[in-house]
T-cell receptor, first 118, second 115 residues
Framework: GAVVSQHPSWVICKSGTSVKIECRSL??????MFWYRQFPKQSLMLMAT?????????EQGVEKDKFLINHASLTLSTLTVTSAHPEDSSFYIC??????????????FGPGTRLTVL | AQKITQTQPGMFVQEKEAVTLDCTYD???????LFWYKQPSSGEMIFLIY??????QNATEGRYSLNFQKARKSANLVISASQLGDSAMYFC????????????FGKGTRLHILP
């Protein structure tokens, strides 16, 4: 149980295009999903917290208009990188916190999406 | 200031030996949680172990144990009888407060297990 999927697993796009990444909790409902960004050989940096039915909360320094987050249901959150540029190339990872609210607030991570912007 | 500090960027350990990965944290909250995750080259984040700030005993999960020293604000991960498959990046992370869902990660330690 507690499986999180991401689609696509990798994507290559031209500069200026927009890319949508999906994060799904497959066997549980998630009130909250998180989007992280990881540059090569670096740590995961939290970009935003996504709550179902409400606006996402972005971390300081993350452009809301560039990284659009939609949490339309308890099992799906999407991250759209708008007008992508080469500096947006990174590994994007989502995680989901179960609705049941386990005591330790454990989050389950997706396998990640590698974005390369040419 | 960094919330999570992992001072070992890389470590080399002989197979079957025990290894300790260091982690110190900084928080003013009384209630918080500490996590360790493993990230192999495939990129997936694998949850290893969790320690709550009010837990009196050190957490253990199979070969993994967390050496929780609350006064020192340290939460070192101990892997016993290391295996080649343990080679990966290891991240220490913290959730602050009671309702804050955010987990903040340290910079990680790359562990290499030598045959």
């Amino acid at each position: 149980g507690a499986v999180v999927s991401q689609h696509p697993s990798w994507v290559i796009c031209k500069s200026g295009t927009s890319v949508k990444i999906e994060c799904r909790s497959l066997d549980f409902q998630a009130t909250t999903m998180f989007w992280y960004r990881q540059f090569p050989k670096q740590s995961l940096m939290l970009m935003a917290t996504s709550n179902e039915g409400s606006k996402a909360t972005y971390e300081q320094g993350v452009e809301k208009d560039k990284f659009l987050i939609n949490h339309a249901s308890l099992t799906l959150s999407t991250l759209t990188v708008t007008s992508a540029h080469p500096e947006d190339s990174s590994f994007y990872i989502c995680s989901a916190r179960p609705y049941s609210g386990r005591v330790n607030n454990e989050q389950f991570f997706g396998p990640g999406t590698r974005l390369t912007v040419l | 200031a960094q919330k999570i500090t992992q001072t070992q960027p890389g470590m080399f350990v002989q197979e079957k030996e025990a290894v300790t990965l260091d982690c110190t944290y900084d928080t003013s909250d009384q209630s918080y949680g500490l996590f360790w995750y493993k990230q192999p080259s495939s990129g997936e984040m694998i949850f290893l172990i969790y320690q709550g700030s009010y837990d009196e005993q050190n957490a253990t999960e199979g070969r993994y144990s967390l050496n929780f020293q609350k006064a020192r604000k340290s939460a070192n991960l101990v892997i016993s009888a290391s295996q080649l498959g343990d080679s990966a990046m290891y991240f220490c992370a913290m959730r602050e407060g009671v309702r804050d869902d955010k987990i903040i990660f340290g910079k990680g330690t790359r562990l290499h297990i030598l045959p």
